[in-house]
């Protein structure tokens, strides 16, 4: 089984390569143009230095969100219309899940970890999730919260106190101004999303046709959500 990677959902982008586990070719950009001018080309370079053509995948995964709102736009469309050039099908990844997957390598004792990966969404926002380190299970699910509704979050995680915390992402500035009351924290907010954290959140989700992938933007707090009943 080949499957084809990708990630537009944040200030980078990136796309891999993998069959039958293993990881043919990868690619991320940094650069600061738009997505629209760096996905397409970055992923037929990838494609290429794997020796296929896209002719040769047999599925696509794609990150749906949270994150930058016209980066997920831009990637989804992309990714709709080479699935249906291609007649395959596509599994949508949640970005928080596949970020968290791309930092597997620091993580000590999985068991006794949380990881929160964030994204800065803006006046003491984020898009976060908190994910047991061991199973990746969602102990707090994706959403967009205020640092402070989060905080109240994670305290409510069982023996939360006793866990090592790792935040990940752009958004743990904004989560740390709150999270005084969790000294075993540590904060990773120039991790990105890696092509090996889209497969890995990927793995265990069933593809589904194209047309019906929809994006997970996660617009609003929980707050605004529950103050208008």
Known sequence: MRILVCDTSNSTCCAGVYEDGKELAYEISLEKKTHSETFMPLVMRVVKQAGLTLQDIDVLASTIGPGSYTGIRIGLSAVKGMALALGVNVIPVSSLKALAMSVDSVISEPKNTILVPCFDARNDRVFGAALAGDTYENLIEDGAYSNEEFSDLLKNIADITNKQIIVIGDGAPVLQ?????????????????????????SNGTEAIDGATITASYCSGTRADKYSNK
């Open 177 to 201: 101004k709150v999270l005084d009351w969790a000294p075993n924290t540590q904060y990773a907010n120039g991790c990105v999303i890696l092509p090996k954290g889209v497969y890995g959140a």
